[in-house]
């Protein structure tokens, strides 16, 4: 893991390279957010670097990291042993390779922007669709958990991620926004409705 580099971010050691995305204010939000109870089944999308799958083990969840990027999860993997922690870290397309698993905690910071830009793996990382809010709508379609933490952006379709949560019958428990420049960036905790948190 030569290619990777070693940086810190909020006291924690992470792996990233120039195809991994570094942990930025979205991932601090949603950060601030995440609350994880001892045992728990968790599965973070889009692992990144790893910081959301290692602050939620940290916490005590059982961890599966899934990013689509074979060099993020290699990140993830080398944060992990970094940090000494045991989290399982697949290399998938979302939750394609989980075939009817329930989580009690899903966890995305989902690629938000408006742009169809694949062509290296650090694109997936930004790229939301033409209206910034497809991966995220199809997560919040395909995913089994009782809370799920997720993150937005106002350059993303709002309209389409709040009829996606409100389908799924799923209820804001919170929700906190911040502006940076001229973007506003929300993050939310959603449970299944009758699920108490």
Not at 17 to 44: C, F, H, M, R, W
Not at 46 to 73: C, Q, R, T
Not at 96 to 110: E, Q, S
Not at 179 to 185: D, K
Request: contains cysteine; proline residues 3%; glycine residues 6%.
């Amino acid at each position: 893991m030569s290619s990777y580099r070693t940086i810190e971010f909020n006291g924690i050691k992470l792996c990233i390279n120039d195809e991994v995305y570094e942990p930025a204010e979205d991932t601090e939000l949603l950060l601030s957010i995440v609350k994880i109870k001892k045992g728990e089944k968790v599965v973070e999308i889009g692992s990144g670097s790893g910081i959301l799958s290692i602050i939620s083990a940290k916490m005590g969840g059982k961890v599966y990291s899934i990013d689509i990027n074979p060099f993020a999860s290699l990140a993830t993997l080398c944060s992990s042993k970094l940090n000494n922690l045991d989290i399982d870290v697949i290399n998938c397309d979302m939750l394609t390779c989980l075939r009817n698993i329930t989580f009690d905690v899903g966890i995305f910071n989902p690629p938000y922007l408006p742009f169809e830009e694949y062509d290296d793996w650090i694109k997936y990382s930004w790229s939301g669709g033409k209206s910034g809010s497809e991966v995220l709508v199809n997560f919040i379609n395909t995913i089994s958990a009782r809370r799920l933490y997720i993150l937005y952006s106002s350059l993303s379709n709002e309209d389409e991620i709040l009829e996606a949560i409100r389908k799924r019958k799923m209820v804001i428990n919170r929700k906190i926004e911040k502006t940076f420049g001229f973007e506003r960036l929300i993050a939310l905790e959603l449970n299944a409705e009758g699920s108490i948190s």
